[in-house]
């Protein structure tokens, strides 16, 4: 079978760039991967590992015949990225990205996207490691991708890029660029936002009694764990739906304290109730 | 070995209170063991489960002559159990309980509890299911339990119940009721409802996009499954704590608010840092 591509070109090898490239290689779905950084010596790592089938930090000899170039950096800098590597773009080569957030990304790459070559994506997949040292083949492997094409984009370009996602074994679902913001300011942006405050809200009782701390909190503040730097990113390009996430669940708490300060059993025992539903439909 | 106790009486063969007794004769920590409740059919189940040596629906007789009694009732039913039970106590005889709160409990407790058989335990354990269905051998086993002597507790019952939930595997924590409250509702408690908020607040997406729920989510939503029952009670047993907890909460998010509104990245950046650091420091 012939690969998917021929070269395909990861611009960034961290934990998201070098397992991609790591996986394209293995299922032989590119023949060349290229991966392009910053650091040498990092880039090199990424190689020796496998991710990569060259390494090199310069733009044009990175991307000049390029199929595919997947931009695998954080949110705040793909749009930049894209104006780096468009003037070494053939009109056929199709360009994606990883980010997390789509609106912000996709409008600003959209302003100079005049060949038509960007196609969003977020494959939602990822844990609280960063870099490439944490790099591992499987990553992509049954996660949700979700591909967000707009009108302007070229649909065959986009096509492709769901037969990449899928073929790497990945569920696609398509949605706009806001559609997707909205999701997954719902059920990821936001939720990571709230574990944070709740974890830095107990501050002094996370000190004084450690033992006393057991599962459910546990789990319920996993996230808050994750990464300053990505996700202080993601935060602020996702800033409308998350200021909106962060004043309708006020409005829930204020109303939960309503029914608490009056001792509203049923009421409150209906809510509990409706969350539990809720929360068992999701499997 | 002798058991440490002759005759222990549970109040309520639930999750709690069944396993308990099944722990009890297992380790042979108690030569018999009788449920007290008001289903005799469900009380039987626990006895053929091997929960109890003995099953009532009788106060007295199921009280009368036991070394040790465990009342395994929901939050609100405790301290109107204990008075339930108090006419048939020897001076001797230990009563605890398994609640989740403990300042409103000891409080009402110690408003008749003239002989001081009284000492208030919560052991830190259970799960999203209730019922005799599903207890289990294990399930005090290597949780933490919160003992909570007061100045008119006798120090004898104290020592006693502090064995005893060693004797089950447990560690065991002292604390002044109030403090127990002031804990209990920051790391467990409190998150709780948080859970319960974020799912109601997220409906929609949760309805119209179940396929993009991640482990993020989950893991963050999990104890919002939580039983209705149990979980109203608890929170409006501990009403002040809770809502305390609720204003800090608010506090913070109104904080992050601010910060993203205005796109201060490093402040969010420092913020998250804070929260990934006490949340790493749990192990």
Redesign the interface.
């Known amino acids: 079978m012939k690969p998917m591509f021929n070269k395909v070109t990861i611009v960034g090898m961290g934990l998201m760039g070098g397992s991609l490239g790591l996986s394209l290689l293995d299922k032989k779905l590119a023949k060349n991967v290229t991966g392009l950084g910053r650091n040498l010596k990092r880039l090199q790592i990424a190689r020796k590992k496998g991710a990569a089938t060259g390494v090199t930090t310069d733009y044009k000899t990175a991307v000049t015949g390029a199929d595919l170039v997947v931009i695998a950096l954080p949110v705040m800098m793909i749009p930049a990225a894209f104006k780096d590597i468009k003037p070494f773009l053939s009109k056929d080569t199709i360009v994606t990205d990883m980010g997390s957030v789509k609106g912000a990304i996709c409008a600003k790459i959209g302003l100079f996207d005049t060949g038509r070559n960007f196609v969003g994506s977020h494959p ?1 997949v990822g844990s609280e490691k960063a870099g490439v040292e944490f790099i591992i083949k499987g990553l992509y492997e049954k ?2 991708c ?1 591909v967000t094409p707009e009108k302007r984009t070229d649909s065959k370009k986009s096509a492709s890029i769901t037969l990449l996602w899928e073929a790497l074994g990945m ?1 696609v ?1 398509k949605m706009a660029p806001k559609e997707h913001d ?3 300011a ?3 942006h ?25 599962p ?14 990505l ?3 993601i ?2 390009m996702n ?1 409308g739906e ?2 909106k ?10 109303l ?2 309503g029914v ?2 009056d ?1 509203r ?1 049923n009421e ?9 539903i ?6």
Chains 1, 2 share one sequence.
């Open positions: 939602m996660g949700v979700i569920k679902i909205e999701c997954t719902a059920v990821s936001f939720p990571h936002l709230a574990a944070f405050a709740m974890v830095v809200s107990h501050e002094g009782q996370i000190r004084k009694n450690k033992a006393v701390i057991g459910g909190f546990k789990d319920s503040t996993r996230i808050a764990a994750s990464n300053e730097e996700w202080s990113e935060i602020l800033k998350i200021l996430n962060i004043d309708l669940y006020i409005k829930q708490l204020v939960l304290s608490i300060n001792s059993l409150l025992k209906e809510y509990i109730k409706k969350s539990r809720l929360r068992e439909s999701i499997k």
